[in-house]
């Protein structure tokens, strides 16, 4: 069982930085893949960023490649998001979530996750 906790989010200006954290418990961390999703009101879950389990894979959304980075310390069992020029179109509730089963790549598909965080919320106002 792996529980994840979600921290960082926030309200923030347009082209303002903004850093969100994922802390996982359990020592089995380094051996899963990580994903970032989030979901804006009224929408589907969206695929943000994800990357494998020691980080040399990684994959994002075309909406936020370039602006987005997602990283990982094994040795604090953390994963974070760092969002640059962030734009009001990135609104929503971040999820962070892991992947117990396919650790050695990235994935977009929300499917191959099976922990999922609480989430936090990020607005970005115009």
């Known amino acids: 069982q792996v529980q994840l906790q979600e921290s960082g989010g926030g309200l923030v200006q347009t082209g303002d930085s903004l850093t969100l954290s994922c802390a996982a418990s359990g020592r089995a961390f380094s051996s899963y893949a990580m994903g970032w999703f989030r979901q804006a009101p009224g929408k589907e879950l969206e695929f943000v960023a994800a990357c494998n389990w020691n980080g040399n894979d990684d994959e994002y959304a075309a909406a936020v490649t370039g602006r987005f980075i997602i990283s990982r310390d094994n040795g604090k069992n953390t994963v974070s998001l760092q969002m640059n020029s962030l734009q009001p179109e990135d609104t929503a509730v971040y999820y962070c979530?892991?992947?117990?089963?396919?650790?050695?790549?990235?994935?977009?598909?929300?499917?191959?996750?099976?922990?999922w965080g609480q989430g936090t919320q990020v607005t970005v106002s115009a």
């Open positions: 979530a892991a992947d117990s089963q396919y650790s050695t790549t990235a994935s977009s598909d929300w499917r191959r996750y099976d922990y």
